[in-house]
Structures are given as structure tokens and as C-alpha cells.
């Protein structure tokens, strides 16, 4: 009877705790996500409405409903202007590029978490520092490197870029899953007879795999939004991904830019990472872990 009464004081101090103050942070977080939902939706619903409209239409009435609901615009946008060679290359440069920096992420991160060698703390902050390195600053030095090495205007040269580019996030956000990991299992398959390669592909990745699922996620919004790096070492038409050939199109018109099929081409770019995101969502909801060397 004495621990249902002091239950019941707990519940009714909890419910006094939450007035005034709480609910008017609730409440007003309620209406800043409300006015941010709003900033970021109608936008690309007033992109997504006009990639319906002819230029004319637009420019008379912009927030008008199309006089006739047609595709024209997406059959321009991908043959005529080219991005269905831009999504092509995009697709290839990414997806090749994901697959290889998730899989070298995960060894080097599983490597620096579990065994202890006299240069892993070096080389764990040595991947943190490439974070912090501004990628403007290896512009210069990435272009001799390619030109000398002929990956220059090459896809297999943008997607060692890109590996490089993302290894260093990858290696920080796994290194504190596969730190977490029992140490137990990993004794247990050793009493077994499984080998270091087993012992990672088979049991450890698995494991990690909601961390591995969020990284890559974040890896591939990153790399398909890149417009720096292509831009600087891909100066190939012909191997355009889809941030420059979204610059390109709208540039080369001059001021007889077709905005309709213009609109349409940045739905075309913009789709697919909203699947990937609505897919995939619910993997990043308490995979985010704060990496520390230990």
C-alpha cells in the first residue's frame, strides 16, 4: 500500500512538473518544425507545379495550376538537355563510390575499435583531421594527382575522389559501433575457430548494421548533392553528373532558359534522394553515436 501511494506521489509530481515553462517550449517548438516545414515544402511543391507549366506560363503566373498537365517538360529535360547521361554517370559515380567507401569505412573503423597497435590512435586522429581539412584547399593538389596519374575527366578518377572524400566521416561515425560491440562475441567465434575475415564480415558487420545503414545515407546525400569536386576535375561534357549538368542547362540558354523543363530536371535530381530518405528513414532514428578514441 506504501509503494502504491508513493507511486502515485511520483505521477502526480511528474504531471505538476510539466506546466507554464514546458509547455510553452512545447509549444513553441511545435510552431518553429511548423514554419520550418512550411519553408521547405512549398517551395518544392511550387518546383514540382511549375515542372507542369510552359515558360510563358510561368513567367505570367507563377503560382497558377498549369493549363494543361503534361510530361513534355520531363521528356525535354531528359533527352534534349542531356540528364538522363548526367543521372547515368551520377548513378555510376555514386553508387561505385558508396559501396567502396562503406566497405573500406567499415574494415578501417572495425580495425581502430578492436585491436590495439601503436599507430591506432595516430591514425584515428589522423581521419578526424580530415574532417576539418576545408576541400577547397585540395582542389590544386587533387587535379596534378589525377592529371598525372590520367584519371583526370574520368569517372574511376571522381570516384576515388569521392571515396576519399567521405572515408574520413565514415571511419569517425563507425568507430564508436563496432566500439561498442561485446567483447564476448568476438571471443566466443575465436574459441570457435573463426578467422579475423569471418569474424568481421559474418558476425561484426551485421551487428552494425543500423550505424553502417545511417552512415551510408549521409554518404549518399553528401556525394550526390557534390558540386565542387566534379566541377573542378570533371570538365568532360560527356561525364557530367547531375549537378553540373543542372548548372549547365541553366547557364547555357542565356535569357532563353526553358524554366519549365529546367524545373523538371531538378525533380528528376531531387526524387531519388527523397525515396532513399523516406526508405531509409527510420534507420536513422538512434543510430547517430558520438565517436571518441578511448
Not at 509549444?27 to 511550387?46: E, G, K, Q
Not at 587535379?143 to 574520368?154: H, R, S, V
Not at 569471418?198 to 558487420?205: A, G, N, S
Not at 543542372?246 to 519549365?260: C, K, P, T
Amino acid at each position: 500500500m506504501t509503494a502504491v501511494t508513493t507511486d502515485e506521489r511520483i505521477v502526480t509530481g511528474n504531471r505538476r512538473a510539466r506546466t507554464g515553462g514546458d509547455k510553452a517550449v512545447e509549444a513553441t517548438s511545435h510552431a518553429l518544425l511548423f514554419i520550418w516545414t512550411i519553408i521547405v515544402i512549398v517551395p518544392f511543391l511550387w518546383v514540382v507545379l511549375s515542372s507542369f507549366k510552359t515558360t510563358k506560363e510561368i513567367l505570367a503566373s507563377p503560382f497558377s495550376l498549369p493549363a494543361h498537365w503534361s510530361f513534355d517538360n520531363y521528356a525535354h529535360a531528359w533527352t534534349d538537355a542531356g540528364i538522363r547521361q548526367f543521372f547515368l554517370n551520377t548513378v555510376i559515380v555514386v553508387g561505385v563510390a558508396l559501396v567502396l567507401v562503406m566497405l573500406l569505412g567499415a574494415m578501417c573503423a572495425y580495425v581502430l575499435a578492436r585491436f590495439t597497435f601503436p599507430a591506432a590512435r595516430f591514425i584515428y586522429y589522423l581521419m578526424l583531421a580530415g574532417l576539418t581539412f576545408p576541400i577547397f584547399l585540395a582542389i590544386v593538389p587533387l587535379f596534378f594527382i589525377l592529371k598525372n596519374g590520367g584519371l583526370l575527366n574520368t569517372l574511376p578518377g571522381l570516384i576515388m575522389v569521392y571515396v576519399a572524400f567521405a572515408l574520413p566521416f565514415t571511419v569517425f561515425f563507425l568507430f564508436a559501433f563496432f566500439r561498442g560491440l561485446p567483447d564476448e562475441i568476438y571471443e566466443a567465434a575465436v574459441m570457435d575457430g573463426a578467422g579475423d575475415w569471418r569474424i568481421f564480415f559474418q558476425i561484426m558487420l551485421p551487428m552494425a548494421r543500423p550505424g553502417i545503414a545511417a552512415v551510408a545515407i549521409f554518404n549518399f546525400l553528401g556525394l550526390w548533392n557534390q558540386f565542387l569536386l566534379p566541377v573542378a576535375l570533371n570538365t568532360d561534357q560527356s561525364r557530367y553528373v547531375l549537378t553540373q549538368g543542372m548548372a549547365s542547362f541553366a547557364s547555357q540558354a542565356g535569357y532563353a532558359v526553358d524554366f519549365g523543363a529546367l524545373f523538371a530536371a531538378v525533380v528528376i535530381t531531387v526524387v531519388p534522394v527523397l525515396i532513399v530518405y523516406v526508405i531509409f528513414q527510420r534507420r536513422l532514428e538512434g543510430s547517430v553515436s558520438r565517436g571518441t578514441f578511448r
